[in-house]
């Protein structure tokens, strides 16, 4: 039997949930986003906006295994941040440790900040 | 390379009564085997995806394809936890809509075959009115639903503006049941799910306004009571204290008293004072009690025996006709003859007058006017809709809150027995299993019966003999053959500018100003811009429209004096309209310049007045018979084959090759938007359009027709010349051909229309070929020649 809830409006995609720190030559973004390696994101910047896309895939799954429960969120996620100063000229360098994607943007040289 | 459809295949979780949703988070909770198990092999996959498709019937366990609808929803798993009693508890989102390919009962759980159906993305202005009316009825819900619904769930209705995304939110907050839901789902455009919903939420909204209804009737019913209650003591003790008979008996003897002094007819009294008796022997706390009274009060006000007396001035009558409207010569005159027979024969049997005609052309206006000539009272009440004959008779007095019907409850206003009472569009009435008005209209309108009408709840004969009965309706097709039997129709045809400029001048504007306080020395609206919105800013056979844009122009000159005092005398040129209405809505349509073979001017008669419609034949090579598409009746398509077989048997004179009607089929097509009422006058106009185009000779485009004709060829005359003539005018055209037969219906025609057009009368449909396709008419002259030659 599958009986439903009262269903409710959300993105159609996830949203993981980020930090955004001031440095001396831009911004860093960090998101919490275990499972996503680096080359599976997109970042994309038009003016202050800056959104952050991918997908989650589950690649522990194996023969023989099966969900007991489940909490995380898998397919795609996607995740628009707004700056305070226009991006679109900044240097993006993208980097996936220890379950956080970390993308850094550097407007060192550009003379609007 | 062309692209592949991505059809994919998932598991699939049947849902029993919901519909999940793109763009929808839903909590769900599985339980079936095979359910469980299609969750479990969505969880073993990567992307956590299924298919969550609707039972159609929520109480098969396994459903097959034909049990599930064909439309649902991709979802991906966002949580799934584990219930005591074993159940999956998930929480899904709804992603893309799909259309199931194949469903796949292989494995312990369904697998399904689907390709993406991207949803509607059609875009239109009326999907923006569609958007806010939707929003503005949801609110309304809302607040019937729960009246401190949190300001979020309000917010929700504005912050969605994808129509789409709105009307699915919309459907799950108000919980709309599986079938509704799926409906929306599977809307094929954004306007129709808009559609959808405001239905479904319209209905949400009358179920709940019901049952408020229902609450707080029973809660104000019981104070009612109790109120009555603690008086009732309080006059007894009153009473008590003054030594008085009960206040009950002051009643019955009041109305003993008032009895006494109406004009009763004999039996009329003797049933009120029995009813009376009964009364006066009830406790004024019986269930009774208050149903005599109220019947009795009834009895009381009506007008059994009082009339007013007639004006019988003819001169002044006149007078105040011509007062009222303009022109509508027929009518008035008819009036006036009445007048005539009244003043000789009092008690003459009123004719039952029925005025026909587009809206705004002074129909409920001119039954008001005959009131006043007369000197009668004017009572109006509206058909349109009913369909139930307790509103015209009443329900019998053993209802709960029995009532006369409409007709005697317009006598008791009217307060006289000899009222002119307009019962309004008679063309709208309605009929069902409550019984047919229409029937109990005939027995109103008899003068056999009327004399003793017998109302349900009064059930006494009340004489509506003296009654002037006047009908009003926009087309006759839809009157029920006796009751318009019964009645004399007059007919209120359309309106040439002339006279729209006429009655705007001398009716429409003074009336205007009046009700907007201002005078003529101070705002002038020159005759110039009256023509202007008549031809610009309106479209239609009677003057509301003008009225109300006349209305509109004094208001905004009401307000610029309001504003400034010392403003001059004001005059509006045509070229403020731009200013005050914004640009013309209405551009002159326009005769086409000119016709390709296959193509001839019509002109039809609608409700709304006339117009001219362009009516267009192709060949169809390799194709048989005769396909007809467009605005058809089936007498149209009747008219097209008497057409066609006439050309056939004719071939010869007209120099077509008969092969033509053989080996090719013809397609006719009467473009939508002219809605002809009168089927058969498209006749000559089909057989022109057939004949351009078997003979391949183009049809005259400055000259449009109209006429039925037979198989022989003859051409009978039609109705509506008045509204075809002015449609036919108002579009450049110059000349129309009409059957021979309407020759006389041109003296209903203003004198400028007549004189401005051209005017050719057909007895034969040769007569029609040779003027409307001139190189056709050389032809056929050239046949008729050959044999003598
Ligand atoms: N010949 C006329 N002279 C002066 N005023 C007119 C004339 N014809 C119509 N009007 C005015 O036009 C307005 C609309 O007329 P009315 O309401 O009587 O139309 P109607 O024929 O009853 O339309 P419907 O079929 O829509 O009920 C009224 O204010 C009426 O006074
Ligand atoms: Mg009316």
Redesign the interface.
């Known amino acids: ?12 995609p ?1 949203q993981p949930s980020a930090d955004v720190y001031r440095t001396r030559d831009g911004w860093v973004l960090k998101f919490d986003l275990a499972g996503v390696r680096a080359d599976e994101v997109t970042v994309s910047i038009r003016g202050r906006r800056v959104c952050v896309s991918g ?1 989650r ?3 522990v ?1 194996e023969e023989g295994c ?6 995380i ?4 996620f996607e995740r628009y941040l707004d700056m305070p100063a226009d991006l679109e000229n900044a240097r993006v360098t993208i980097e996936a440790q220890d379950g956080l994607l970390t993308v850094r943007m550097s407007t060192e040289g550009n003379e609007y900040v | 390379m062309s692209e592949q459809p991505v059809v994919y295949e998932l598991p699939v ?6 519909v ?13 085997p095979a ?1 469980i198990a299609a969750v ?1 092999a969505a ?7 299924v298919l969550v498709f609707t039972q159609r019937d929520g109480d098969v366990d396994v459903p097959t394809q034909d049990e599930l609808y064909a439309i649902g929803t991709k979802a ?7 219930s005591e009693e074993g ?1 999956l508890e998930l929480l899904v ?3 893309e809509r799909v259309a199931m390919v194949k469903l796949d009962h292989s494995e312990p759980f369904l697998k399904a075959r689907v390709a993406p159906l991207p949803l509607p993305e059609d875009t239109s202005s009326e999907l923006e009115a569609l958007q806010g009316a939707l929003i503005d009825l949801a609110g309304e819900a809302l607040t019937l639903a729960q009246p401190n619904a949190p300001q979020e769930l309000r917010g ?1 209705l504005v912050a ?1 503006d994808d129509p789409l ?1 709105l009307s ?2 919309l459907a ?2 108000f ?1 709309l049941d599986a079938v509704k839901s799926q409906s929306v789902l599977e809307a094929p455009s954004r306007a129709e799910a808009l559609r959808l919903l405001h239905k479904y939420l319209t209905h949400e909204v009358q179920v709940l306004e019901l049952r408020n209804k229902i609450t707080s009737e029973a809660r104000s019913e019981m104070n009612k009571e109790q109120r009555e209650y603690m008086l009732r003591q309080q006059m007894r003790a009153i009473q008590q204290e003054l030594g008085d008979k009960g206040g009950e008996q002051a009643e019955a003897d009041q109305l003993r008293e008032r009895l006494d002094k109406a004009d009763l007819p004999e039996e009329i009294l003797k049933e009120a004072t029995r009813e009376l008796n009964r009364l006066a022997k009830l406790p004024p706390g019986a269930p009774d009690y208050n149903v005599i009274r109220t019947y009795l009060d009834y009895v009381l006000e009506l007008p059994w025996r009082k009339g007013t007396e007639d004006s019988l001035d003819i001169a002044r009558a006149r007078r105040v006709l011509d007062e009222d409207h303009f022109g509508l010569k027929d009518v008035k005159e008819r009036i006036l003859e009445h007048l005539g027979v009244l003043k000789l024969n009092p008690d003459a049997k009123a004719p039952i007058l029925c005025f026909v005609g587009a809206p705004g052309v002074g129909k409920t206006s001119l039954g008001q006017s005959i009131a006043r000539a007369l000197n009668r009272k004017f009572e109006r009440l509206s058909l349109g809709g009913l369909h139930d004959e307790a509103e015209l008779r009443g329900h019998r007095r053993t209802y709960i809150g029995a009532l006369p019907g409409r007709v005697l409850q317009a006598m008791r206003r009217a307060g006289a027995n000899n009222p002119v009472l307009m019962l309004d569009e008679v063309d709208k009435l309605g009929h069902d299993f409550r019984g047919d008005p229409a029937a109990a209209l005939l027995e109103i309108l008899d003068p056999e019966q009327n004399k003793t009408f017998r109302d349900n709840y009064l059930d006494l004969p009340f004489d509506l003999s003296k009654v002037l009965f006047v009908t009003t309706a926009n087309a006759l097709d839809t009157i029920p053959a006796p009751l318009l039997d019964r009645m004399e129709l007059l007919r209120l045809s359309g309106y040439s500018e002339e006279e729209k400029l006429q009655i705007a001048k001398r009716y429409l504007l003074p009336r205007q100003l009046k009700e907007t306080g201002l005078t003529v020395e101070r705002c002038s609206i020159p005759d110039a811009t009256v023509r202007k919105i008549i031809s610009g800013y309106t479209r239609e056979a009677g003057v509301r429209q003008l009225e109300r844009a006349i209305g509109r122009a004094a208001r905004k000159i009401a307000l610029r004096y309001a504003e400034n005092q010392d403003l001059a005398a004001c005059t509006i040129q045509p070229d403020d309209l731009i200013e005050m209405f914004g640009p013309e809505p209405f551009t002159q349509e326009q005769a086409r310049r000119e016709l390709p073979p296959g193509v001839s001017t019509g002109l039809a008669w609608t409700e709304a007045g006339g117009d001219v419609l362009y009516i267009e034949a192709t060949l169809l090579p390799d194709g048989k018979g005769l396909t007809l598409t467009g605005q058809l009746g089936e007498v149209m398509q009747e008219s097209a084959k008497a057409a066609q077989s006439y050309l056939w048997s004719h071939a010869g004179d007209f120099d077509i090759a008969p092969s033509l009607f053989k080996d090719a089929g013809v397609h006719v097509h009467v473009p939508a938007g002219a809605i002809p009422k009168d089927g058969p006058s498209a006749g000559v106009t089909m057989a022109t359009a057939l004949a351009s185009l078997y003979s391949k000779l183009p049809a005259r485009s400055d000259l449009a027709m109209t006429g039925e004709i037979t198989l022989t060829g003859l051409v009978l005359p039609i109705g509506g010349v008045k509204e075809k003539v002015l449609a036919a005018r108002r579009a450049g055209l110059q000349s129309v051909i009409l059957p021979k037969g309407n020759q006389k219906d041109l003296r209903d025609l203003p004198e400028e229309v007549r004189n401005e057009m051209k005017f050719l009368f057909a007895e034969r449909i040769e007569d029609v070929l040779r003027a409307a396709i001139p190189q056709l008419g050389d032809r056929m002259s050239r046949v008729k020649m050959r044999p003598a030659a």
């Open positions: 039997m599958s009986s439903p809830g009262r269903s409710w409006p959300s993105p159609a996830w997908v895939r589950d690649t799954v099966s969900y007991y429960a489940m909490e969120s898998y397919n795609r | 979780l049947p849902l029993k009564n919901a999940l949703f793109p763009y929808l988070v839903m909590p769900l909770s599985a339980g079936r359910s479990e969880l073993a996959s990567e992307s956590k995806e991906v798993i966002r949580k799934m936890s584990r159940h989102m709804g992603m929700l969605n995304r699915f939110v799950s907050m919980s």
